[in-house]
T-cell receptor, first 113, second 111 residues
């Protein structure tokens, strides 16, 4: 069965420091992968999605970037974090069979101080 | 999140039914979902409904869809303390798999 691994679970970083969050998927090949952010009191906002290696689409302009170096690896990065980057980041992938269910990783709670 | 709206809070007594409401704007949505997020955890898919269905029942959960009004609801029968969580409504199309989420409804179950 498909499993999404996401780490770290929590992260506290100073303003201006770099960021790298990693997401890997097991149990499927060539998955569509997504990064969502959940800010306090708001819904999940789609940040990036990728349909294959090296293919990244950005949904909103922001301080973050994403990369897909391998088929089952999706990385969220920043060169210099801002306070407004704080939030709960979730990696997601639909199931390969039905493409109706999005499986989510456990999330990374990022606090920028 | 602007395309999917839901109320932010719901308080319900243990044993009563909970009803969480959601409205969406994209008439081309093919699937509508309910996710549950427990404190400090990721999202867990509770149930989903195809846009050509009016109702779906799964044990204590009942999903009602009014496609004309673009209104989705989730009813939890016999609400338990373990049902305390944030519930997200989401909609997605058939051409891609991007989901649009509401802000989430925090359900608090009181004794």
């Amino acid at each position: 069965s498909q499993t999404i691994h996401q780490w770290p679970a929590t992260l506290v970083q100073p303003v201006g420091s770099p960021l790298s969050l990693e997401c890997t998927v097991e149990g499927t090949s060539n998955p569509n992968l997504y990064w969502y952010r959940q800010a306090a009191g708001r819904g999940l906002q789609l940040l990036f999605y990728s349909v294959g290696i090296g293919q990244i689409s950005s949904e909103v302009p922001q301080n973050l970037s994403a990369s897909r170096p391998q088929d089952r690896q999706f990385i969220l990065s920043s060169k210099k974090l801002l306070l407004s980057d704080s939030g709960f980041y979730l990696c997601a992938s639909p199931t390969p069979a039905l493409n109706t269910e999005a499986f989510f990783g456990q999330g990374t709670r990022l606090t920028v101080v | 999140g602007e395309d999917v709206e839901q109320s932010l809070f719901l308080s319900v007594r243990e044993g009563d039914s909970s009803v969480i409401n959601c409205t969406y704007t994209d008439s081309s949505s093919t699937y509508l979902y309910w996710y549950k997020q427990e404190p400090g955890a990721g999202l867990q898919l509770l149930t989903y409904i195809f846009s050509n269905m009016d109702m779906k029942q799964d044990q204590r959960l009942t999903v009602l869809l009014n496609k004309k009004d673009k209104h989705l609801s989730l009813r939890i029968a016999d609400t338990q303390t373990g049902d305390s969580a944030i519930y997200f409504c989401a909609e997605g199309g058939s051409n891609d798999y991007k989901l649009s989420f509401g802000a989430g409804t925090t359900v608090t179950v009181r004794a």
